[in-house]
């Protein structure tokens, strides 16, 4: 099929008119007829008994319509996880419940404990200011280490050792030892992978409205996926009939995978419209965020990587424990299992590979998918490890890559590479992108120059190859490894009486630029312009069905879906056009908006054959008029980006700073529809990388108090601490979709961590400090001592 050229054009986001001149909708910016407001009363305390609640006197201030506690509650089922990941001996994973408002006790500072409803916002606060709460406090338990002991104090009362599951992957654990007892060396790393808090720029925030006349409810949310919690809230925690729920996700701003997830307020707020016969919204506060909204990463971990006597990886070896904070999120316990033990493969050829990881419950805020969600934590491992025993072994890292690399394959004439853990990679090259990474950084040049450098800073490069899987696999995988959805996406192309063309999708655009992506798509298989093409998304009512955007997986799994309902369109078009043009249907062929008789000048343009189905005097009997398809497109597997992500940093001696002075990324994300946008992407997903590597971290205290939750104390990079971002690219297709893409949204975010982190460790060996590992964030003070 012949195509007008619109795919790999950098194409300017149409969306982006709007949110320029502040013409985007958010949910805060809706108000409903006879709208109230909710605040909420959140505990001071990680974990206490509620021995009482006094709401008298709040219920009797101005303008408070109702006040609910976890009592009104009671019955009411608490919000469900989405995959259920077993213990090793085959005993389901313990799910205490996630109750919308707690009841008896509260297990992490910011847990609701009573909501208010009033005619404004202020009466709302003000009211929940005046409840009376008397708690007793209870000790309580953040390191994930700690919690898995002994005696640790208990988050659930019939959650034993606060052990959700534990979980193995990988070879036999035996074979392993033995691999890494024969190893020439063994490099060893206890290293933690802090706690991140997402900060999308627009707050949660639910506008739940009940019509009592039909018995209908509409929840206005800012998600990333309106249908999935559609699904959750009525089957799992209300008991609602869908049919009798619209969820809408208008403009979202920002998510970074924190916006995936079903949150106990839409479902609260969803039954308090009904009992109120209110609208009601509720739109977090900054400082609500910060200790409600799932965090990212957590995990304490210890790896040791074998190498033989030629530097070769002989066997790896990881133990991981991963913390969930106090209760199951969505997806919380997926992340440190399938989305990140099966990524231990990494780039290389390791023989043996085991992990283990021990989940377990604190009383923190919950933890869920963070941007990459997983595939960071593994890569940051891998990546650490590699750099480490390049040092060690006195071998130039970028050499110790080389010499461990998959060899090159394209999943067409050369099969897909099995690795120890689970997943069948599609399609690589990732020798390519090193090379050209290097080339891009100069690396000779820049070895040559760290030698004699002389200004009183030190200057180090790092280096981070990652591969990431994306997309998510087969609903019959994800399914028999405890997913409890399917992980398809639908598309529905409509086109109009006049060729205009209407795309329905399940996937919703929360900053990715779908808007401009799928029209993209559409226009050139269609041969028509993108302004013929609207997108539709994030309506339960406008689009049948859908699973959301989270895992980089819209174009690869929502463009599919739209790839085949276009595929569809042509083909009862071509039955049209025989029929009117007296031919043989396997004689029509379609390019550039035109069907034509082959070998012959006879044909029909794209609007033409539209009108004629729905005008159909001159059609096929045996053919239903209209031109109207909806797909479901389940993936064949994961796809698998990968890239090579270089950091150039300076350490001051005196003080630790650390400066990054450049930073190339050279990724291979498949097919590209749109360069700008990708490239886009590629830069937001570094900087976060980089926050994570320098600024960011969660801190809690012995109390469970999150002691940097606000701007003032939770640092996050700015403009000025970033060098212009070099980017690269290569193109190895995947080969089991119809737009051969892989996915780009989190690979900035995967490979840029360990690249600067590996930097600063480069730049303090090559200065005669040999210094293992630098807990992140990489602060001044944390450099500063390490050099001591």
Known sequence: MSTNGLIGKSVKRVEDKRFITGRGKYTDDIILPGQTYAAFLRSPFAHAKILEITTEAA??????????????????????????????????????????????????????VAIVIADTREHAVDAAEAIMVDYEDLSCVIDPLKAAQPGAPLVHDDVPGNVCFDWNLGNPPGEVDEALKNSAHVTTLEFVNQRLVPNAIEPRSYNSSYDEANDRYTLYTSTQNPHLIRLLMCAFVLGIPEHKVRVVGPDVGGGFGSKIFHYTEEALLTWCSRKTRRPVKWTATRSESFVTDAHGRDHVTKAEMGFDNEGRITALR?????????????????????????????LYTTPKINI???AVFSH????????????????YLLERLIDLGAQELNIDPAELRFKNFIPPFDGVNQPGYQTQVALQYDSGNYEGVLKKGLEMAGYENFRNEQKANS??????????????????????????????????????????????????????????????????????????????????????????????????????????????????????????????????????EFA?????????????????????????????????PGLDFSSFYDPANFTYPFGCHIAIVEVEKATGKVQLKRFIAVDDVGNVINPMIVEGQIHGGVVQGVGQALFEGADYDENGQLTNASYMDYCMPRADDLPMIETGSQVTPCPHNPLGVKGAGEAGCIGSTPAVVNAVLDALWKGGYTVKDIPMPLTSERVWKAMQ
Request: glycine share 14%.
């Open 592 to 624: 550039n908006g035109k069907f034509t008789v082959k070998g012959t000048d006879k044909s029909m343009g794209f609007g033409d054959v539209a009108l004629t189905a729905y005008v159909p005097h001159v059609y096929p009997k045996d053919l239903e």
């Open 356 to 358: 283990d990881v021990t």
């Open 59 to 112: 219920k009797a201030m101005p303008g408070v319509i109702a006040i609910y506690t976890g009592e009104d509650l009671r019955e009411v089922n608490g919000v469900p996880c989405g995959w259920q990941v077993n213990f090793k001996d085959g005993t389901t994973m313990k799910e205490p419940k996630h109750p919308l408002l707690a009841v008896d006790k509260v297990r992490h500072v910011g847990e609701a």
């Open 455 to 588: 200004n009183g800073k030190l200057i180090g490069i790092g280096i981070s190859t990652y591969i990431e899987a994306c997309g998510i696999a087969p609903s019959a995988v994800v399914g028999s490894l405890g997913a409890r959805a399917g992980l398809y996406e639908v598309g529905q192309v409509r086109v109009q009486p006049t060729g205009k063309v209407s795309v329905y999708t399940g996937a919703h655009s929360h900053g990715q630029g779908h808007e401009t992506t799928f029209a993209q798509v559409v226009a050139d298989k269609l041969g028509i312009p993108m302004d013929d093409v609207e997108i539709i998304h994030g309506d339960s009512e406008a689009v049948a069905f859908g699973m959301g955007t989270y895992g980089s997986r819209s174009l690869a799994v929502g463009g599919s879906a739209i790839v085949k309902s276009i595929e569809k369109i042509i083909e009862k078009g071509k039955k049209i056009v025989a029929h009117k043009l007296e031919a043989s249907a396997d004689d029509i």
């Open 364 to 379: 923190s805020t919950p933890v869920d998918a963070y941007r990459g969600a997983g595939r960071p934590e593994a890569t």
């Open 318 to 346: 990881v133990k991981t424990y991963a913390n969930l904070g106090a209760y199951l999120s969505t997806f919380g316990s997926c992340v440190p299992t399938y989305l990140h033990g099966t990524l231990m493969q990494g």
